[in-house]
Every structure is written in structure tokens, then in C-alpha cells.
């Protein structure tokens, strides 16, 4: 979508290597998230930024952890992968709430743990 | 613990019809409702959001009906065509929250 882009879109990786997908951003929002998404389970948040250097978790943040050091890059890394982190990564952009408020989503990274 | 329940999970319906998919929200702080649709490979793009201020908005053939004494809102599609197939998701967020998603619903409309 335009303003976002995510890298790599596909990437296959061995279990146990570390991983990182990047999100990079140049609508200059302050709020930027990355959400999993699994059949079954909709969009979960895994961890969210609310600023440069200002992060926090989301439901399913165990194993993931991020950065943000410039406002329009926001890294996921996987310290350790595993299985179970076989999913679909997306990240957003939120417009302020005087311009919608409304996400704006990547068009994912589709991850694969063997 | 879910926040937003989303239902149907799946739906059919004939080229025309109008469909209705519906959610449920527990958090009463919630001020912030919009619908998303993605299709396959894609990510989610926002569709309509309404403000509990609001009964109920329509954009073009979409409409959210929001009652927010059951805490439920939902998105009907009027006269509804084989290209908007696809998965919807609700969602919800107080202020600056993170929003919080449904489950989603995939709908299939048939010609």
C-alpha cells in the first residue's frame, strides 16, 4: 500500500536462526504495529510503537522483540524461530485521529519456520 | 479473553443480496469501530468506521449500524457483487489502544 512497504515478502528460514522483517514508513505517523495473522485467529498484535525508541507488547509478543530508531522503520526480530511462528506479518501506519485514525496495513511477509 | 466477537465466520450469499456480519464489543471505552476487507495476498484496507456518536453511516454500498446499548455493531453490503468477496474483519479501540480485531468473515458472493 502506498506509504508502507514490508520486506522480504516471503522468506523461509530454519528453526532456532534469528529473523527480522522490516517495516518502513514515509507518512511520518507516530504509530506503527505488527500483527500476525493465523486461519482461526484473525490479526493478533504483537508489539506496537507510539514513537522513536518507545515500543511496547501486544497479546502475542512472547519470542519477538522490536526496534524503532527512526520514525519510519519498524523491525520485528525473532530472536529464536520456531515453528509455531510459521504466520503472515503485517505491519501498519495509524493516521492521527484528525485525519481518520485508520490503519493502514503492509502487504505482509509471509514467514515460513522448518 | 476476547474483546470483539465477529460473526458469522463464513458466508454465502447470491449476486444482490446483503449480507450482514455482525460484532460484538465487551469494552464500553471503546470509541473507535471500523471495518476492514482484505483479499487474498493482500493486506487488510480499511473499508468504513463510525464513532459510537453515531447510529449508523453508510459509504457508498457499505454501512455500519452501530447500538451501542448492546454493545454490537454491524456492516451490511447492499446489492452485493462477486468482487466483494473476500474477508472482513470488525475491530475496536479506545483513543490511542492498539486497535482490537475480529476473527473475521469470509464472504462469498456467488453469481
Known amino acids: 500500500d502506498a506509504g508502507i512497504t514490508q520486506s522480504p515478502r516471503h522468506k523461509v528460514t530454519e528453526t532456532g536462526t534469528p529473523v527480522t522483517l522490516r517495516c518502513h514508513q514515509t507518512?511520518?505517523?507516530?504509530?506503527m504495529y505488527w500483527y500476525r495473522q493465523d486461519p482461526g485467529h484473525g490479526l493478533r498484535l504483537i508489539h506496537y510503537?507510539?514513537?522513536?525508541?518507545?515500543?511496547d507488547k501486544g497479546e502475542v509478543s512472547d519470542g519477538y522483540s522490536v526496534s524503532r530508531s527512526k520514525t519510519e522503520d519498524f523491525l520485528l526480530t525473532l530472536e529464536s524461530a520456531t515453528s509455531s511462528q510459521t504466520s503472515v506479518y503485517f505491519c501498519?501506519?495509524?493516521?492521527?485521529?484528525?485525519?481518520?485514525?485508520?490503519?493502514?496495513f503492509g502487504s505482509g511477509t509471509r514467514l515460513t519456520v522448518v | 479473553q476476547q474483546q470483539v466477537k465477529q460473526s458469522p465466520q463464513s458466508l454465502i450469499v447470491q449476486k444482490g443480496g446483503i449480507p450482514i456480519i455482525n460484532c460484538a464489543y465487551e469494552n464500553t471505552a471503546f470509541d473507535y469501530f471500523p471495518w476492514y476487507q482484505q483479499f487474498p495476498g493482500k493486506g487488510p484496507a480499511l473499508l468504513i468506521a463510525?464513532?459510537?456518536?453515531?447510529s449508523e453511516k453508510k459509504e457508498g454500498r457499505f454501512t455500519i449500524s452501530f447500538n451501542k446499548s448492546a454493545k454490537q455493531f454491524s456492516l451490511h453490503i447492499m446489492d452485493s457483487q462477486p468482487g466483494d468477496s473476500a474477508t472482513y474483519f470488525c475491530?475496536?479501540?479506545?483513543?490511542?489502544?492498539?486497535?482490537?480485531f475480529g476473527k473475521g468473515t469470509r464472504l462469498s458472493v456467488i453469481a
Open positions: 501498519a501506519i495509524r493516521a492521527p485521529q484528525g485525519k481518520g485514525h485508520g490503519y493502514t
Open positions: 475491530a475496536a479501540s479506545r483513543g490511542n489502544t492498539p486497535l482490537v
Open positions: 463510525i464513532r459510537p456518536d453515531v
Open positions: 510503537s507510539y514513537g522513536v525508541k518507545d515500543t
Open positions: 507518512e511520518n505517523h507516530r504509530y
